[in-house]
């Protein structure tokens, strides 16, 4: 493993600060929140990479972590991050933990992630490896997130990194009144956008989409016992 702060990090943050640049006209952010770029300086993304992809690390990319899945582009990650308002006082749910790598940069923001896993080994592994690292704020729990994880909810914010059908009611539900729930809607037909579904004082609900992406999808618990 390698040792932390790794001087690719400077090159992976300057191409999300261009990244940001481009993608303005669609998003609406011609920079990212400052704690967000700091908390992208701060993870290890090596640590959520496998040993044979080390050396792409800190590429702006997204890269296999096995399972068939997929650890997001950075730039995506951020993105996300930054499109929810993260506030030190927040409960965040995520739905999709993979590598752990998202909920990390979370955790740096915010007060507690609840993040849930449909693959039962990823679920663990990223629990593991975020424990070691020292994420103490993050619950992880194996199980389809379809349905929300109920017990923890309302949510001031919902992160969803895998693509889904349509937007989960249970989510929206799950969302306090002022929350905001990112989440990319599509498939490998359409195409896939990401969406931001605000839910305003008055418990009113407005989506917008944001940005065209590419993500794996989210899959449901029936389609997991084929797999
Ligand atoms: N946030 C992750 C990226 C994960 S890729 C990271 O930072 O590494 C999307 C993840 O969503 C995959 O691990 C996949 O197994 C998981 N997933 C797919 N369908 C799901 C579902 N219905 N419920 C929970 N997780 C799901």
Same mark, same amino acid.
């Given at each position: 493993?390698?040792?932390?702060?790794? =001087?690719?990090?400077?090159? /992976?943050?300057?191409?999300?600060? &261009?990244?940001?640049?481009?993608?303005?006209?669609?998003?609406?952010?011609?920079?990212?929140?400052?704690?967000?770029?700091?908390?992208?300086?701060?993870?290890?993304?090596?640590?959520?990479?496998?040993?044979?992809? &080390? @050396?792409?690390?800190?590429?702006?990319?997204? @890269?296999?972590?096995?399972?068939?899945?997929?650890?997001?582009?950075?730039?995506?990650?951020?993105?996300?991050?930054?499109?929810?308002?993260?506030?030190?006082?927040?409960?965040? /749910?995520?739905?999709?933990?993979?590598?752990?790598?998202?909920?990390?940069?979370?955790?740096?923001?915010?007060?507690?992630?609840?993040?849930?896993?449909?693959?039962?080994?990823?679920?663990?592994?990223? *629990?593991? *490896? @975020?424990?070691? @690292?020292?994420?103490?704020?993050?619950?992880? *729990?194996? !199980?389809?997130?379809? !349905?929300?994880?109920?017990?923890?909810? =309302?949510?001031?914010?919902?992160?969803?990194?895998?693509?889904?059908?349509?937007?989960?009611?249970?989510?929206?539900? &799950?969302?306090?009144? !002022?929350?905001? /729930?990112?989440? =990319?809607? !599509?498939?490998?037909?359409?195409? &896939?956008? /990401?969406?931001?579904?605000?839910?305003?004082?008055?418990? *009113?609900?407005?989506?917008?989409?944001?940005? =065209?992406?590419?993500?794996?999808?989210?899959?449901?618990?029936?389609?997991?016992?084929?797999?």
């Amino acid at each position: 493993m390698r040792q932390e702060p790794d =001087p690719e990090l400077g090159l /992976l943050l300057e191409d999300i600060r &261009q990244e940001t640049e481009l993608t303005a006209g669609y998003t609406g952010r011609a920079a990212l929140d400052r704690r967000v770029m700091e908390a992208m300086a701060k993870v290890p993304r090596h640590a959520f990479v496998p040993d044979h992809l &080390q @050396l792409s690390a800190y590429a702006n990319r997204p @890269l296999p972590i096995g399972h068939g899945q997929t650890i997001s582009q950075p730039y995506i990650v951020a993105l996300m991050t930054d499109l929810i308002r993260p506030r030190p006082e927040h409960m965040v /749910l995520e739905v999709g933990t993979g590598s752990g790598y998202q909920a990390a940069i979370l955790a740096c923001l915010v007060k507690q992630v609840y993040s849930l896993e449909i693959v039962t080994a990823l679920a663990e592994q990223a *629990r593991e *490896r @975020l424990q070691r @690292l020292g994420y103490s704020n993050v619950a992880v *729990r194996a !199980g389809d997130g379809h !349905g929300g994880w109920p017990e923890h909810a =309302p949510y001031d914010a919902i992160l969803v990194t895998a693509a889904a059908a349509a937007v989960p009611p249970a989510l929206v539900e &799950q969302l306090k009144p !002022g929350g905001t /729930l990112v989440i =990319p809607v !599509g498939n490998r037909f359409t195409g &896939q956008d /990401l969406r931001v579904v605000s839910k305003d004082e008055q418990g *009113r609900v407005r989506e917008k989409n944001v940005l =065209p992406v590419i993500f794996v999808p989210l899959v449901d618990a029936e389609d997991d016992a084929d797999r």
